[in-house]
């Protein structure tokens, strides 16, 4: 469904892309780890076009687009069937839980208000947050504020939705809550790409595993094969140092 | 030092002084205030969305009119332009300069607040679909207005008391209703106290406003840059 070819970005000359290749296919929950710095959110952003890659081919729905240099048109075509989690939840500040889900259904998909509020709220059950339509982000916590960012995210019935680092923001004790939705919403067969470092999570929740390090995908493969085979020395370190980690700090799944 | 015949020329001159501050100052502060808004919102926009050609025209306005004074704006304007043929009325004239230049001020400080709003709100607007425009109208101006409403209060209670230069471009208002009556009564310091006492009072009713507006706001907008400050959640 999404595929992406050989994509390449520099900034400033330094490589933090370089030449990544991806496919995600319908259903598939894809979790992305990797160390810090090693281009994950890069690749990302310029999946949805809040960078521009150098280089790099990518095929949506069929599709083919050249990613170094996507028309606004198309560009804006793209992201009305992709939605984004950002890791610092990026609410709208001056809008309220149920604006912030009905906003993107009005002004960007012309649906009439009472219907994007129905569907606004039916959003905000689904992440559990009925209770909290009125609220605005900064009178709510972080896990739910992330929880209404998903809410946001799904409302417009994307085809597929990019997470980067969903929980990283959050204390522990609210990482679980945002988590059980994401979980929730792979159950019911979501297109993910998921950026995360919770090794519960890619472990239990994804099909799939793809580790990148310094711009590279080092080693891909099914979540079961990744985590109990890993192939490469580099993954199997990796892995251990993320077990030694969260054996002091905590588990969700 | 306060006799029976100052008192009554205080408390004559007190309506003569108060109704061109209700006819002339108060409308000459809110029509310019409200045009200085306008103005002050598109060239502090067209800079924030780098608007080629037209950025640089907004800089060279904002270079002008803050580099200049405004008494002398206000020359220009009412003595000097008839020598070109351009004759305007003294308030038309003063509502002229008084929203140039104010709205040279306030889109400085409209640019900054727009520029103060996190950058993921514009990339969240994005990712929901919504174009430029759309997001620049609907979440960013209104948080940036937010952000801007106490410095553009503050800039709204000057301007109440420097309307008081328009009196030098023969415009009817509350001190120059008082000159009038200094010059009948020779009474300087008792009638330009009481002139001071009632810009006094405007700024007062003013700054009310102010604390109530701000109250209102925050109730949204503060608690969510404490939470900013506060949590290292939003560095990146
Ligand atoms: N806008 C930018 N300008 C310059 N360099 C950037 C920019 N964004 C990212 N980088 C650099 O690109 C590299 C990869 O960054 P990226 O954020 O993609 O890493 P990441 O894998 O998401 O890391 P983390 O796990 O810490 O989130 C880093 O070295 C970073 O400094
Ligand atoms: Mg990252």
């Known amino acids: ?253 | 030092m306060i006799n029976e015949r100052l008192l009554n020329i205080l408390t004559d001159s007190f309506w003569k002084i108060l109704l061109p501050g209700l006819t002339v100052t108060i409308p000459l502060t809110v029509i310019s205030f409200s045009l200085a808004m306008v103005i002050a919102i598109v060239m502090a926009l067209v800079q924030f969305a780098n608007i080629r050609g037209l950025k640089q025209l907004a800089r060279f306005y904002i270079w002008v009119f803050r580099g200049t004074p405004l008494l002398i704006q206000l020359f220009v304007v009412f003595f000097g332009l008839p020598s070109v043929g351009i004759v305007i009325d003294p308030f038309p004239a003063a509502v002229l300069v008084f929203s140039l230049n104010e709205g040279a001020y306030s889109a400085e400080t409209i640019r900054a607040a727009l520029e103060a709003v996190p950058s993921g709100q514009l990339e969240a607007g994005y990712c929901v679909g919504m174009n430029y425009l759309q997001i620049i109208e609907r979440i960013i101006l209104p948080q940036a207005m937010r952000t801007a409403f106490p410095p553009l209060s503050n800039a709204l209670i000057a301007m109440v008391k420097d309307t008081s230069l328009a009196a030098n471009i023969t415009v009817a208002e509350m001190f120059m209703a008082t000159q009038r009556i200094v010059a009948r009564t020779y009474e300087p310091l008792a009638l330009y106290i009481e002139v001071g006492l009632i810009y006094l009072v405007f700024s007062t009713i003013l700054t009310a406003l102010q604390r109530a507006g701000e109250k209102k706001l925050n109730i949204q907008h503060q608690a969510a840059k404490s939470r900013r400050r506060r949590g290292g959640l939003w560095s990146r």
């Open chain 1, 1 to 253: 469904m999404v595929e992406v070819k050989n994509i390449r970005k520099a900034f400033d000359g330094a490589e933090v892309l370089k030449g990544v290749d991806l496919q995600v296919y319908q259903g598939d929950v894809v979790a992305i780890l990797g160390p810090s710095g090693s281009g994950k959110t890069t690749l990302l952003r310029c999946l949805n076009f809040l960078e521009t890659a150098d280089s790099g081919e990518l095929i949506f729905d069929g599709e083919q687009f050249h990613l170094g240099h996507v028309s606004k048109k198309d560009i804006a075509r793209l992201r009305q069937k992709t939605s984004f989690v950002f890791q610092n939840y990026n609410l709208f500040l001056n809008k309220t839980a149920l604006q912030n889900v009905t906003e993107g259904l009005i002004t960007a998909r012309k649906i009439p208000k009472e219907q994007a509020e129905k569907t606004g709220r039916r959003a905000l059950a689904k992440v559990g947050l009925s209770d909290r339509e009125d609220y605005y982000p900064h009178q709510l916590s972080g896990g739910q504020q992330q929880r209404v960012a998903i809410a946001r995210a799904m409302a417009t019935d994307p085809e597929i939705i990019y997470f980067d680092e969903p929980t990283s923001a959050l204390d522990p004790e609210l990482t679980g809550e945002v988590l059980a939705v994401m979980r929730q919403l792979a159950d019911e067969g979501m297109t993910m790409l998921v950026v995360t470092h919770e090794m519960g999570f890619a472990r239990t929740v994804s099909n799939r595993v793809i580790f990148m390090e310094d711009g590279v995908v080092v080693e891909e493969g099914g979540a079961k094969a990744f985590f109990e085979h890993p192939q490469q020395a580099r993954t199997r370190e990796f892995l251990q140092m993320s077990e030694k980690e969260s054996a002091q700090g905590q588990q969700h799944f």
